[in-house]
Every structure is written in C-alpha cells, then in structure tokens.
C-alpha cells in the first residue's frame, strides 16, 4: 500500500514532501506523517496532556493535509511553519479546557530498562513534565522547541509567532523558573 | 556586560561560554569571575539542559498514525462526493440545457432583425416602372403649373407654365 511507505524509506526532503502533499500525493503525505508524528505527539503531550494531544495529532496532520499549498518555501523551513500549526491547535485546546494532570505521562516507557531503572526513570520524567507544566505555555512551548526539537532562537520564534529577542525573554524567563522546581531534583542524585 | 545581558547571552549560545563569540567571550569570563549569579546561572543553566536533554518526550501510541491516515482518506472521499464525476453526454446535456434560452433568444432576435431590414429596405422600382409612372404624369398637369415631359433616368423632366414659374 502507498500509505506504507517510512520515513527512513525517503531522502526527499520536507520541501520536497510537503510540495507534493500540496499536489494531493498520499505517499508524500505518509512519508511526512512516519517522520514527524512522534515528534508532535510529543510536543503536543506536553503542552496539552497524551489524550488532548492524539486529537491535536490527527488536526494537525488533517490541517497539513488540506493547507499544504499555503506553505511557502521561502519563508523559512517546513518545520517550524508545522509546529506553529501544532501549537496554535495546543492553544485552542488548552484555552476550552484544563489541562490533564501529567500523572498520566508515567505510562509511556521506552526501551527495557530494569525495574529501578524504570521507575526512576518514570519520577524523573513525570518530575520534569510536572516542572514544565508549571510555567506559562508559551515559556513551556519555547522549552520544547528549543531543547527538545532542537530548534534554532529563530526557528522556535517563527513557530510562536514571536521575534528572536522576545523568544529569548521566554528563555530566560522559563529557565529561571524550572532551575527553582528542579532545584529538588539536583538534591537527588538519583534523579540526575 | 550586565548580569541581564549574560542571561540573555546564556539561552542564546548556551551554557559552555569557550563557544560563544569571541566579541561576548571576554567580557562574559570576566562577569563570571566577579560575579557569584552570573556563575549561579552557569551551573543552573548547564544543570537544566543536563536534565531536559535525559527526558524523553512520550512517543505517539501505535494507533494513532493509522487513524491520521484514514482521516485524511476519509477527507479525500468525502471530497470527491462533493465533487461527482459528469459524464460527457452529461456535460452536453448540462451545457444544452444552459444554453438554449440564450439560443432560442439569439434565433429570434436574428429574425426578427432580418425580417425589420428586409422591410426597410424595399426594393427601388425598376426604370420601367418610373417611365409608365412619369408617362402618366405626363399626361396630367402638375398642380396646373407644368407638364412632366419625361424622365431621363435620374429626375423627371416638367415643363413649366406660361408663366416661366
């Protein structure tokens, strides 16, 4: 089947993709879908909590889907022009509701580590989501795209829709903050 | 340098400061040797990219690309039955049915308009008919004051009175 085509499947480029989605090809669609649908996900959980986000997913991708023609090459690359559609969508949600309490993030697990381990790596991981819930959600979206995404200052401020220096001011602002929730943690070194 | 404009510099190039600039460089190492929050900051910053760069964000459930791919199928369907495929005869039939008012009113207004410039347009009588018409004439006088002697193919020829009017 078309759809069935990976990620790793593809060196097209998102440019390249993301033109052809716009043309209404499904396999560039599903090729876009493998590479970017953990990532989002991700983004998305944390903004807005793992039910919120599968919903913010499949609008996210629907809005690729049907407004692909609207991106424009030469206004910067293909990611952060998505995550801003990813964001907006967190936004809404999270403005018509509260967010899910991030208890919820313990069960997605990765690999197989040992019970210890796990559960460590659980308290660590729901420590750092609980932390990040706590800061506004602009200063927690400029987090995620920064140290997450590996977005560039710049990228990250396309995808808010703000300039590099008020994208900074986020920074700053959101580090200071998590460095006072986490200064727990570093007490544990358990945890670090 | 302020401590502001270090922290601002810290989120911009990060926390190892031997990679920042050489035009920030200087002045950053010589804030951090006299300044104990300007180093706070250092150990925080490099503490929290640490932390955040060990967590890893929850991956999207196994379902979940499937259920993208059918929405989007789904849209696809349900666009393409807002938009059913016409056959041609169907498009003829269609366009035919569109266009005869326009045709039937393009007909008659064609006829009508032949018809209105044939009759304004009658035919000039034939020179025969001018000859017998000016011979008639001719044998009648023109109110009394003249005789119509002929027609020499452009104006009927009359004889005046008496009088030379």
Partial sequence: MVEQVTAADSEETDDILVTAVAMGDRRAFAVLLDRYNDRIYGFAARLVGPAEAEDAVQDAFLKLWNDAKRWQADKGRFAPWFFRIVYNLCIDRIRRKQPVPYDDLAEFESGDPTPEEAMADSMRRTTVAAALEQLPERQRAAVMLCYYQGFSNREAAEALDVGVKGLEALLVRARRQLAKQLAVLRQDESLV | ?165
Wanted: negative net charge; glycine residues 6%; proline residues 5%.
């Fill in chain 2, 1 to 165: 340098m302020t401590e502001e404009d270090f922290e601002i510099l810290l989120v911009r190039y990060g926390h190892d400061v031997s990679l920042w600039p050489e035009a920030d460089r200087g002045a950053a190492r010589a804030l951090m040797a006299q300044s104990l929050t300007a180093r706070r900051h250092v150990a925080e910053s490099e503490a929290l990219a640490a932390l955040l760069a060990a967590d890893h964000l929850p991956t999207a459930p196994s379902g979940l690309r499937d259920t993208v791919m059918a929405a989007v199928n789904q849209t696809i369907v349900a666009a393409a039955q807002t938009r059913p495929e016409i056959s041609l005869s169907a498009r003829i039939l269609k366009f035919c049915r569109t266009v005869w008012p326009q045709a039937v009113s393009f007909v008659a207004a064609s006829v009508l308009g032949v018809a209105v410039g044939v009759a304004d347009i009658a035919p000039l009588p034939s020179t025969d008919q001018v000859y017998d018409q000016a011979n008639d004439m001719a044998d009648n006088p023109v109110d009394g004051s003249g005789y119509v002697l002929g027609y020499d193919g452009d104006d009927i020829i009359v004889s005046l009175n008496e009088d030379g009017e």
